[in-house]
């Protein structure tokens, strides 16, 4: 740096010195917020003097490691201050520093990061002794001495008062929460609040959600666990069977995150080393029930989405399996046995083994699916997240009569023209088609809606009958048709007057008046819907004598009309931008693009 020839005598004094500057800082009481003091960077602290003379006193320093971090200057704070600042964390003191150029804060920022990032990363005594049993693993006296003389290493009811693992200073966490090591000294309080608490499962989500939020502590977790569910050769032999296991719900917690997520490669040979060790120690059987299906679980997770719903935990802490509810067209389901890793292609390849169909040309998925609409589920995707993504809408709202649920349904219609009338799949392909109809995706003139109206009557129902309860309208007819009958019929009545838009806008008289354009509108709506149920109802009562069967094949028949005939809809949202000669279709929910070649 160049400095004034009369503050060369820096460079005799600190050989080391990178920066110097006034800048203020932030002091805590008195009624100055911000003073002025002469700071001074060097390769291995910040320092601030009460001035840059040669008998100035040092008033503080922060010393600087690979640990420390700082927060770069922000317009936010400049449009509140005046000022632009940069915050500089250390182990015991932050420094909040301002100055009134953007230039120079970003020069000190980068000086003081540069000295942070040329120091040798700091280790922690549990990654230190990691170490030494990684490199003595094959030499059980070394590790079991490791172990008995190191009790950071071992099962604890004292409080932790640091990270096992090195993390940075500073709060630098989001969604509500505090700097990372806070959160790290909070976890292990919660996991020892596992012991005491009757019902586990509430505490379990949480950690798993803090986890889920924020990655770095994943390990740090799995390194808390590790040493709580860890014992000496010594404390086996003297523990009898009798005496109840503590460290049984840390296991239950370990099966829980080895299901949800992967530690880094060093923690997971860590944890590998553990199980494998603790199987040899003979500590419980039950223990030993959970070494060997925890090793099982990290060969198959990967990374979940969502917490593990409150059924999953409850089956994983008996290291069980749970039963999954999957409907499929018409009034029929079937529970399907999942685990944790089990994904949406492994249970459509066990619901057609058991409906029969894994010799079918056609091809099959699960839909997510609900009173209002359905998506198709990706075959790659965990089944246990969906079914958590269903409790967490169901608890958000709860009396909601669109509650989600699974269905297994033609996914790609390959072949139509073979399927066996006496066969489950027929079944499929009449009630899919069905859902078609009513969504409006058939394109077909109004006389055959209302003979497919007719036809789902029969084949639910049988002959017609005035005491047979049917089911309602929009069950049977699209009700967009209904709609465009309801508004084609003027919404005013013959003789009222009509004024310019603007002169009764925003008046009393025009909110009453769109009041009563509703009223009719709704009105015709329910005459439309009872002119086309009366439409209906007659040809219901022609169609006495078909059967179900002959029911379901006159509808398909009629279905069949349309050239586009077992294609699969989706309604997705697209815009379209159009050149010379490609067109490039966007896909506005997950932004998806394709491209159109021709004119």
Not at 140 to 148: F, L, M
Not at 184 to 192: E, I, M, S
Not at 503 to 514: D, E, P, Q, S, V
Request: aromatic content about 10%.
């Amino acid at each position: 740096i160049k400095l004034p020839a009369w503050l060369w005598w820096w460079r005799d004094v600190h050989v080391c010195v990178v920066f110097v500057c006034w800048l203020l800082r932030e002091v805590q009481g008195g009624w100055l917020r911000q003073r002025r003091f002469w700071f001074v960077l060097t390769t291995d602290s910040l320092d601030y003097y009460s001035g840059p003379d040669r008998d100035a006193r040092r008033l503080g320093m922060l010393v600087l490691t690979s640990l420390c971090s700082v927060l770069w200057p922000d317009k936010h704070t400049y449009k509140q201050t005046g000022y632009w600042s940069l915050t500089v964390y250390g182990r015991k003191h932050c420094y909040r520093l301002f100055t009134k150029h953007y230039n120079e804060a970003v020069h000190w920022a980068c000086a003081v990061q540069k000295v942070i990032d040329s120091k040798a990363p700091v280790e922690t005594p549990t990654q230190l002794l990691i170490r030494d049993i990684e490199e003595n693993k094959f030499n059980p006296e070394v590790v079991e001495h490791i172990y008995e003389h190191n009790p950071i290493l071992r099962y604890t009811q004292s409080p932790l008062y640091a990270p096992l693992l090195p993390f940075p200073y500073g709060n630098m966490a989001s969604k509500g929460y505090t700097s990372i090591r806070e959160e790290a000294v909070r976890l292990f309080n919660c996991l020892q609040q596992l012991e005491l608490t009757r019902e586990p499962i509430p505490l379990i989500q949480g950690i798993l959600q803090t986890c889920l939020d924020l990655r770095p502590l994943r390990d740090e977790l799995y390194c808390q666990l590790i040493k709580q569910t860890s014992v000496t050769n010594l404390r086996v032999q003297t523990q009898t069977q009798t005496q109840p296991n503590p460290q049984l719900r840390y296991w239950q917690l370990l099966t829980c995150m080895s299901c949800t997520f992967l530690p880094s490669c060093s923690i997971l040979r860590y944890l590998r080393f553990h199980l494998k060790r603790v199987q040899s120690l003979h500590v419980d059987p039950e223990v030993e029930s959970y070494a060997s299906f925890i090793a099982q679980a990290l060969e198959k997770t990967r990374g979940r989405e969502c917490v593990p719903s409150w059924e999953e935990i409850q089956g994983l802490m008996g290291r069980q399996e749970i039963l999954c509810t999957v409907h499929y067209p018409g009034p029929g389901c079937c529970q399907i046995p999942i685990t944790s890793h089990t994904t949406a292609n492994e249970v459509v390849r066990k619901m057609a083994e058991r409906l029969g169909l894994q010799d079918s040309r056609n091809t099959f998925a699960l839909f997510e699916q609900n009173a209002c609409w359905e998506k198709a589920i990706g075959g790659s995707t965990i089944i246990a997240d969906v079914i958590t993504r269903f409790e967490n809408l169901s608890a958000k709202d709860p009396d909601s009569d669109c509650q989600c649920r699974l269905c297994f349904k033609l996914y790609c219609l390959l072949d139509t023209d073979n399927i066996s009338t006496d066969s489950i799949e027929y079944l499929f392909l009449y009630e899919q088609c069905h859902e078609m109809v009513v969504r409006g995706q058939l394109p077909a003139c109004e006389d055959d809606l209302l003979s497919l109206a007719a036809l789902r009557l029969q084949c639910l129902l049988g002959d017609f009958s005035a005491l047979s309860p049917y089911p309602p309208l929009e069950q049977l007819f699209p009700a967009e048709v209904v709609e465009a009958r309801a508004l084609l019929a003027p919404v005013d009545p013959p003789g009222c007057p009509s004024f310019p838009g603007g002169l009764l806008a925003g008046t009393l008289w025009g909110h009453k008046r769109r009041q009563e354009q509703d009223q009719r509108l709704r009105a015709r709506l329910r005459e439309e819907g009872a002119v086309v149920m009366s439409a209906i109802l007659e040809r219901w009562k022609a169609l006495a004598g078909y059967s179900r069967r002959d029911s379901m094949a006159a509808y398909l028949t009629i279905a069949r009309q349309w050239s586009g005939f077992g294609c699969t809809l989706y309604e997705v949202d697209f815009y379209i931008v159009s050149g010379s000669h490609n067109v490039t279709v966007f896909n506005i929910d997950n932004n998806k693009k394709c491209f159109l070649s021709g004119k």
